[in-house]
């Protein structure tokens, strides 16, 4: 603070820091309805994602199945008693395995291409209808997936391409967007929210597209799920605003504690984008490792999972959802509660950013390899593998509050533009992960799985052992205005009662 002649007295200057930094109430803000619908937003972009996971089982002339063991594995089929068998009149298709996993990997193949151009496009124009739009256009082809699914089995995968294109600039927007909607001590809260909306989608969309396949047949699965799209679209447009400067409805004392709080963060030169600097990052490079590597476990499991409860484990397509599902639960609830502890360490027990952000890293990459191996191990106890699967889902859901959002710590400005770049290597897992497991389980024997399983726990160790050593989280020096540190204070001068901010410059030029 300038203590001059026109400023305010000493006393004053303390209620004026307390009114300008006191928080604004959660409860009915419009930066947490912002977390609550971006969750929404991530629950139709999962659901669409994974739906075709559990479809596929139904779409698939399975009548080579035997009713007895499984063709190769120790398993028998899981007991239940039989439910009415209904006549469906949807199309069935015989696909063999490398087919299978080629169109369960096409998704990725386009979602890679929008990764970086998404986080560019909105810091350039905005993230609202830039997600607005990616996600519409997602919901518009999972429309046409049953008329593609009888076209034949590559207008299938030009389909899932071009969805994988429309969900792509999704959490770079987002990510662009809670750069100056988070107030810095809030980010881990309001993130994992929004996020926690994947892990809802494959919540509800696993168990329900089961029941959806069974009570209708597996069209249904694409026509429900992308009617949920088209609500979120309405909702999102007349909901939601690139800023809170830009915000009609948002009271002056949230608006104010939001920018206020992000005022030594946010660099204004966004047309010049340091990317070199980016590229050349070892912190950025950190965050990449990471989120490859736990990609990798995660998008296995997301695609194959309800292939290993039926082929391995026994489990009916109904009962098959509902199990996947479990794992995806876990991981949400923890997830959000990893999120309001790794605030609460940050900004009452004043623990540094980045311990937080490794030691959970740590526990949300190694919790899940350790559990995912164990499971490969309990043969033919359904009880204990569907435990040990869950708890590895559930563990790595602790990551949320890790790496995931580290982004944000070393570069707000650019935060949607490092989620791209990091996001283009951590979907390569959801490109040749599903191949790769297909191709080691053509037999489909526990042996077989359990490499599966031993790769990705071990992709997951690397990983995090990568990001304790080079993760960082603080703003990097090209994260600030021209590579420049500022000393800024608050002050006030008599001149129509304005609030001014004054920074010093490395050079000593002084800017009001």
Same mark, same amino acid.
Request: net charge neutral; aromatic share 14%; charged share 10%.
């Given at each position: 603070l300038y203590n001059n002649s026109r400023a305010l007295p000493p006393a004053k200057h303390f209620s004026f820091l307390l009114s300008i930094f006191h928080a604004a109430p959660a409860c009915c803000s419009f930066r947490y309805g912002l977390a609550f619908l971006s969750c929404y937003g991530f629950f139709v972009v999962y659901s669409l994602r994974v739906n075709l996971s559990v479809a596929m089982v139904d779409m698939l002339n399975n009548t080579h199945h035997s009713s007895g063991n499984h063709s190769g594995s120790l398993c028998p089929s899981h007991s239940h008693p039989p439910r009415p068998k209904r006549n469906h009149t949807a199309s069935v298709y015989d696909w063999d395995s490398e087919t299978q996993g080629?169109?369960?990997?096409?998704?990725?193949?386009?979602?890679? *291409?929008?990764?970086?151009?998404?986080?560019?496009?909105?810091?350039?124009?905005?993230?609202?209808? *830039?997600? +607005?739009?990616?996600?519409? /256009?997602?919901? !518009?082809?999972?429309?046409?997936?049953?008329?593609?699914?009888?076209?034949?089995?590559?207008?299938?995968?030009?389909?899932?391409?071009?969805?994988? !294109?429309?969900?792509?600039?999704?959490?770079?927007?987002?990510?662009?967007?809670?750069?100056?909607?988070?107030?810095?001590?809030?980010?881990?809260?309001?993130?994992?929210?929004?996020?926690?909306?994947?892990?809802? +989608?494959?919540?509800?969309?696993?168990?329900?597209? +089961?029941? !959806?396949?069974?009570?209708?047949?597996?069209?249904?699965?694409f026509y429900i799920f992308g009617a949920f799209g088209i609500l979120w679209f309405i909702l999102w447009t007349f909901m939601v605003y690139d800023s809170p400067n830009t915000h009609p409805w948002i009271s002056e004392r949230e608006r104010v504690f939001i920018t206020t709080s992000l005022k030594n963060e946010l660099c204004t030169s966004g047309n010049n984008i340091p990317w070199r600097a980016i590229v050349t990052s070892r912190p950025l490079w950190a965050i990449v490792v990471a989120h490859f590597s736990y990609n990798w476990t995660f998008y296995t499991l997301l695609t194959l999972l309800p292939t290993y409860m039926n082929d391995i484990l026994g489990f009916s397509i109904q009962q098959n959802g509902m199990l996947s599902a479990l794992p995806y639960l876990g991981c949400a609830v923890l997830a959000?509660?990893?999120?309001?502890?790794?605030?609460?360490?940050?900004?009452?027990?004043? $623990?540094?950013?980045?311990?937080?952000?490794?030691?959970?890293?740590?526990?949300?990459?190694?919790?899940?390899?350790?559990? *995912?191996?164990?499971?490969?191990?309990?043969?033919?106890?359904?009880? *204990?593998?569907?435990?040990?699967?869950?708890?590895?889902?559930?563990?790595?859901?602790?990551?949320?509050?890790?790496?995931?959002?580290?982004?944000?710590?070393?570069?707000?400005?650019?935060? /949607?533009?490092?989620?791209?770049?990091?996001?283009?290597?951590?979907?390569?897992?959801?490109?040749? +992960?599903?191949?790769?497991?297909?191709?080691?389980?053509?037999?489909?024997?526990?042996?077989?799985?359990?490499?599966?399983?031993?790769?990705?726990?071990?992709?997951?160790?690397?990983?995090?052992?990568?990001?304790?050593?080079?993760?960082?989280?603080?703003?990097?020096?090209?994260?600030?205005?021209?590579?420049?540190?500022?000393?800024? /204070?608050?002050?006030?001068?008599?001149?129509?009662?304005?609030? $001014?901010?004054?920074?010093?410059?490395?050079?000593?030029?002084?800017?009001?």
């Amino acid at each position: 603070l300038y203590n001059n002649s026109r400023a305010l007295p000493p006393a004053k200057h303390f209620s004026f820091l307390l009114s300008i930094f006191h928080a604004a109430p959660a409860c009915c803000s419009f930066r947490y309805g912002l977390a609550f619908l971006s969750c929404y937003g991530f629950f139709v972009v999962y659901s669409l994602r994974v739906n075709l996971s559990v479809a596929m089982v139904d779409m698939l002339n399975n009548t080579h199945h035997s009713s007895g063991n499984h063709s190769g594995s120790l398993c028998p089929s899981h007991s239940h008693p039989p439910r009415p068998k209904r006549n469906h009149t949807a199309s069935v298709y015989d696909w063999d395995s490398e087919t299978q996993g080629w169109i369960l990997g096409s998704f990725f193949y386009g979602y890679i *291409l929008t990764q970086i151009p998404g986080g560019y496009l909105a810091g350039r124009f905005g993230p609202k209808w *830039l997600m +607005g739009f990616g996600i519409l /256009g997602t919901v !518009i082809f999972t429309l046409l997936t049953p008329v593609a699914a009888d076209l034949g089995p590559s207008y299938l995968i030009a389909v899932r391409v071009m969805e994988g !294109i429309g969900e792509g600039v999704t959490f770079p927007a987002m990510h662009t967007m809670w750069a100056v909607w988070a107030p810095p001590l809030e980010r881990s809260r309001l993130l994992t929210i929004s996020y926690t909306g994947a892990q809802i +989608g494959t919540v509800i969309s696993l168990p329900l597209s +089961g029941e !959806i396949c069974f009570y209708l047949d597996w069209t249904y699965v694409f026509y429900i799920f992308g009617a949920f799209g088209i609500l979120w679209f309405i909702l999102w447009t007349f909901m939601v605003y690139d800023s809170p400067n830009t915000h009609p409805w948002i009271s002056e004392r949230e608006r104010v504690f939001i920018t206020t709080s992000l005022k030594n963060e946010l660099c204004t030169s966004g047309n010049n984008i340091p990317w070199r600097a980016i590229v050349t990052s070892r912190p950025l490079w950190a965050i990449v490792v990471a989120h490859f590597s736990y990609n990798w476990t995660f998008y296995t499991l997301l695609t194959l999972l309800p292939t290993y409860m039926n082929d391995i484990l026994g489990f009916s397509i109904q009962q098959n959802g509902m199990l996947s599902a479990l794992p995806y639960l876990g991981c949400a609830v923890l997830a959000v509660l990893s999120g309001q502890v790794a605030d609460y360490l940050r900004e009452r027990c004043q $623990y540094s950013t980045v311990k937080v952000r490794k030691a959970f890293t740590i526990v949300g990459m190694m919790g899940p390899a350790v559990f *995912l191996v164990a499971a490969g191990y309990t043969g033919c106890n359904y009880t *204990l593998a569907v435990t040990f699967l869950t708890l590895s889902s559930s563990l790595g859901g602790v990551s949320a509050s890790g790496f995931n959002i580290n982004h944000l710590d070393i570069a707000p400005s650019y935060a /949607g533009i490092l989620l791209g770049i990091t996001n283009t290597f951590a979907t390569i897992p959801g490109m040749v +992960g599903p191949v790769i497991a297909t191709a080691l389980t053509k037999q489909n024997t526990i042996e077989e799985w359990q490499t599966v399983f031993y790769i990705a726990a071990a992709i997951n160790l690397f990983g995090a052992l990568v990001y304790t050593l080079c993760g960082r989280g603080t703003v990097q020096p090209w994260g600030q205005d021209d590579y420049t540190t500022h000393r800024c /204070g608050f002050f006030n001068r008599e001149r129509k009662g304005a609030i $001014y901010f004054r920074c010093v410059d490395n050079s000593q030029n002084m800017s009001e």
